[in-house]
């Protein structure tokens, strides 16, 4: 039975981390097509949203893990 708990521990962490990476993302790209249209401006705004939420995704990701590890010491 333990090995069943640390197996759906595991798959709840990547679950976690692959939300925490993949919201900024499509946050900021849901807000910068809306707000491209709404003002026309150029489609490179989108890229450099897109951009943006990744690198916030990817440090989200880190402090997770950061935060995960600390924990379990």
Excluded: D, W
């Excluded at 333990?2 to 962490?13: G, V």
């Excluded at 499509?26 to 809306?34: E, G, P, R, V």
Aim: overall charge positive; proline content about 3%.
């Amino acid at each position: 039975m333990r090995n069943k708990n640390e197996i759906f521990k595991a798959l709840s962490s990547v679950t976690q981390v692959g939300l925490t990476v993949l919201s900024p993302i499509a946050a900021c790209l849901i807000i910068s097509n809306y707000i491209v249209k709404k003002f026309n401006l150029p489609g490179y705004i989108i890229a450099i949203a897109v951009g943006l939420g990744a690198v916030s995704g990817f440090l989200s990701m880190i402090k997770y893990l950061i935060a995960v590890t600390k924990s379990k010491k």
